[in-house]
Nanobody, 119 residues
Framework: QVQLVESGGGLVQAGGSLRLSCAASGSGFSINAMGWYRHVPGKQRELVAVLTSGGSTDYADSVKGRFTISRDNAKNAVYLQMNNLKPEDTSVYYC?????????????WGQGTQVTVSS
């Protein structure tokens, strides 16, 4: 099993910044990719940003140029720097990891962290 613990959410005014962190823990695993998703009630969970073990990144069009995903491989951690936040960025943000353990590959989710952007 891999556990993901997120932190860094909160309340910020429009135009402000927040940095989300997600750390993976467990034993006998290797991370293939880590990313961030967000979920607004009534809508599907959407990809915000993803970073593969090879260093490739992908972002939702709505956050390109404002959000940056980065990773600390030594800590099995991923970060999301969010700048120039907008009210429409308000959501619960979830960390996701795709990890290999033994002969299997599994996906894991964090518990979510609330980001609220006031206008």
């Amino acid at each position: 099993q891999v556990q993901l613990v997120e932190s860094g959410g909160g309340l910020v005014q429009a135009g402000g910044s927040l940095r989300l962190s997600c750390a993976a823990s467990g034993s006998g695993f290797s991370i293939n990719a880590m990313g961030w998703y967000r979920h607004v009630p009534g809508k599907q969970r959407e990809l915000v940003a993803v970073l593969t073990s090879g260093g490739s990144t992908d972002y939702a069009d709505s956050v390109k140029g404002r959000f940056t995903i980065s990773r600390d491989n030594a800590k099995n951690a991923v970060y999301l720097q969010m700048n120039n936040l907008k009210p429409e960025d308000t959501s619960v943000y979830y960390c996701k990891a795709i990890a290999t353990q033994g002969t299997g590959t599994y996906q894991y989710w964090g518990q979510g962290t609330q980001v609220t952007v006031s206008s």
